[in-house]
């Protein structure tokens, strides 16, 4: 029988790339995607596996038991890859109950099925969480987040994964649960939703949009190209040990200023615009409450443990980035209509 992995959220950002990445380096393996297709969650992200005989997807909300039961029971998953969630910091502030909803119940509605029904034989069974960085909290201008790091979340977002995370481990230390948990830095690349720094950037350049930064642009992020993270997860998910947490990186920070000022750059030379016109869209504007100053991640583990290292460094994944959202200004414009117009003026023009 063909092993069956499901993961959540796979309609997503990075849980698109996790599905395609297991799809077709794994055929022998059966991949069911469920997720609930939220603003976030979009089918085009996967046309091109619509035809793959390994993969299925299935329109599912994770937050309802019933509905995780009847996956459970009907695909019978030996692994689970969990990358579903509310992922927005700015919206867990004006609407935190959502993320209490999905990231936190919805988790552990994932890990109670996964204990029912894998519990008289907890052999060959993995359940991998996919959390994030901002659960350790902020660092001042120097230091990394290890593994050991204390959980200090601020947002509503991270505190919903915190507690997501917390679970994750209740149910390996009291159930024997095998689980893996890993936490990684800052995402991006093709398919991220342009409500998120370096994509709403590209978008705004594009249209002549002013570009948000809040506070100063001095907050710093630590910036991971979304394939290196799915060929991550891959070694975690095959490799890891039962119980541990791996923090992943790419060891490329960049204040916000600094990133979206190589942004700029590299627009004007993909758009063939005058050199630092982009520039000139900039706008400080009001900071965002609770502003984590800085996240730097320690990846010596995965490193060291199972191996890895990313490919794309900053600047190269910038440019390929840009490329990808320039041969895809459908999909951008699709996304960026409806919802997305109402969200804009509501949180960046203050509008009701
Ligand atoms: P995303 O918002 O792009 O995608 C989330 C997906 O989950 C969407 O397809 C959405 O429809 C789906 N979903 C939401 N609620 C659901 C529910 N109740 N039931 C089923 N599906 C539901 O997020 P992303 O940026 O791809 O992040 C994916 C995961 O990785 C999240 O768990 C996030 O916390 C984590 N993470 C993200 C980053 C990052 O930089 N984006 C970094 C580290 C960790
Ligand atoms: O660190 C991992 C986390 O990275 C993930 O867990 C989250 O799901 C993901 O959204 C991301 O969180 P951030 O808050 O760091 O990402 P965001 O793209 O929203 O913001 C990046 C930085 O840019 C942050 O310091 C806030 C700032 N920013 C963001 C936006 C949207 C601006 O200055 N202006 C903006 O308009």
């Known amino acids: 029988m063909m092993k069956t992995i ?19 380096k794994y055929p022998q393996y059966r991949i069911v995607n469920v997720d609930v297709l939220t603003y976030a969650g979009n089918l085009e992200n996967l046309k091109d596996l619509e035809h793959e005989s390994n993969y299925y997807f299935i329109k599912g909300d994770i ?34 109950l959502a993320f209490v909803q999905t990231n936190v119940i919805g988790t552990v509605n994932l890990l109670q099925t996964a204990l029912k029904y894998w519990q008289d034989d907890l052999q060959n069974k993995l359940f991998h969480h996919v959390s994030t960085d901002e659960v350790y909290g902020s660092l001042g201008e ?20 915190a507690s997501s995370d917390h679970f994750v481990r209740a149910y390996s230390d009291t159930y024997a649960l095998p689980v893996v948990i890993t936490n990684c830095s800052n995402n991006y690349g093709p398919n991220q939703f342009p409500e998120k720094l370096i994509p709403l950037c590209i978008n705004n350049i594009l249209h002549g949009i002013e570009i948000p930064i809040y506070g100063k642009g001095e907050n710093s992020r630590d910036w991971l190209y979304v394939t290196d993270h799915a060929e991550a997860i891959d070694l975690v998910f095959h490799q890891g040990k039962f119980g541990e ?77 840009i490329k990808w959202y320039l041969q895809n200004k459908n999909w951008l414009d699709k996304v960026t209509s409806g919802e997305y117009k109402e969200y804009y003026k509501k949180h960046y023009q203050g509008e009701k």
């Not at 997503?12 to 790339?17: A, D, N, R």
């Not at 320690?298 to 994944?317: Q, V």
């Open 142 to 161: 120097t230091g990394l987040f290890k593994e050991t790091t204390c959980y200090d979340p601020h947002s509503p977002y991270s505190a919903s994964k």
């Open 63 to 96: 937050s309802k038991i019933q509905e995780v039961e009847n996956i459970f029971s009907y695909y019978k998953p030996t692994g689970v890859i969990h990358l579903a969630a509310e992922s927005h910091v700015d919206r867990s502030i004006t609407n935190p």
């Open 245 to 321: 947490t791996y923090n992943i990186g790419g060891n490329q920070e960049s204040t916000n200023l600094n990133l979206v000022e190589m942004i700029c750059d590299l627009m004007d030379q993909e758009l063939d615009r005058d050199k630092n016109s982009s520039k000139k869209l900039i706008r400080f504007v009001k900071d965002r409450p609770g502003h984590d100053f800085r996240y730097a991640i320690d990846a010596n583990k995965i490193k060291n443990e199972l191996g890895f290292k990313p490919t794309y460094n900053l600047k190269s994944g910038l440019e390929a980035t």
């Open 6 to 24: 499901l993961i959540t959220g796979g309609a997503g950002f990075i849980g698109s790339h996790v599905v395609r990445h297991f799809v077709k």
